[in-house]
Every structure is written in structure tokens, then in C-alpha cells.
Nanobody, 128 residues
Framework: QVQLAESGGGLVQAGGSLRLSCEAS????????MAWFRQAPGNDRDFVAG????????YYAQPVKGRFTISREFTKKTWYLEMDSLKPEDTAVYFC?????????????????????WGQGTQVTVSS
């Protein structure tokens, strides 16, 4: 059984930075696609960023382009979300997710319904 464990959330002032981590355990897909989503109170769970297993392809939602960076560690099933220049509107619960490699080839990596495994979520709060 696959489990995803996030860490790194917290409270930060606007303009600050945070780094989220997600580690997968168990038998995962071959060449999985790994992503981050976020959900603010009263809102849907939205795609933030995604990366392929080999790290050759990365994708970002428009609101975070140029401020957030997704990366992965090749020695283990861990990926990160480096968040810079944080804004109050970035406040949300952040979830890591993992799906199959077809998410990139089909182009539907932004759909939460296409992911097989989810972390429990970590709160990020940005104060103004």
C-alpha cells in the first residue's frame, strides 16, 4: 500500500518562503507523476505544480508561476515544493499526490480525480 507523508507547512509572513516535502512509501507506479494541490476554505482542491519521475517536465498553475518550484530527489521517492514570495492568497492546506505516467502524456495532470494516492495535507498560512 502506498502512503504519502507531507511535511514543512507553517505560518509565514507575506514575502517569505517555505519548503514542503512529500515522501512516498510502498510499491508505487513505475515512473509516477508527482504533484502538489492546495485547498483553501470553501474552495475546490486546485492543482499547483507537477513533475515527472525523471524530472524532465514540470508544470505550474498560473498563480504560482515564477514563485514556486517543484523538484524531486532521485535517490528516493521524495519531492518538494519550494514556495517563495508568498502571498496571503497562498494560504491553504497543501496536498501532495501521485499518479501514473499517463498524466503527462494525456495532459490531464491538473485533474485531482486522476491521482491515485494523496497525502494527509499540511497547512500553509501566510499573514499580511
Amino acid at each position: 500500500q502506498v502512503q504519502l507523508a507531507e511535511s514543512g507547512g507553517g505560518l509565514v509572513q507575506a514575502g517569505g518562503s517555505l519548503r514542503l516535502s512529500c515522501e512516498a512509501s510502498g510499491r508505487t507506479h513505475d515512473n509516477p507523476f508527482m504533484a502538489w494541490f492546495r485547498q483553501a476554505p470553501g474552495n475546490d482542491r486546485d492543482f499547483v505544480a507537477g513533475i515527472t519521475w525523471a524530472g524532465h517536465w514540470t508544470y505550474y498553475a498560473q498563480p504560482v508561476k515564477g514563485r514556486f518550484t517543484i523538484s524531486r530527489e532521485f535517490t528516493k521517492k521524495t519531492w518538494y515544493l519550494e514556495m517563495d514570495s508568498l502571498k496571503p492568497e497562498d494560504t491553504a492546506v497543501y496536498f501532495c499526490a501521485m499518479g501514473g505516467p499517463q498524466l503527462r502524456t494525456r495532459g490531464d495532470y491538473y485533474l485531482k480525480s486522476e491521482y491515485d494516492y494523496w497525502g494527509q495535507g499540511t497547512q500553509v498560512t501566510v499573514s499580511s
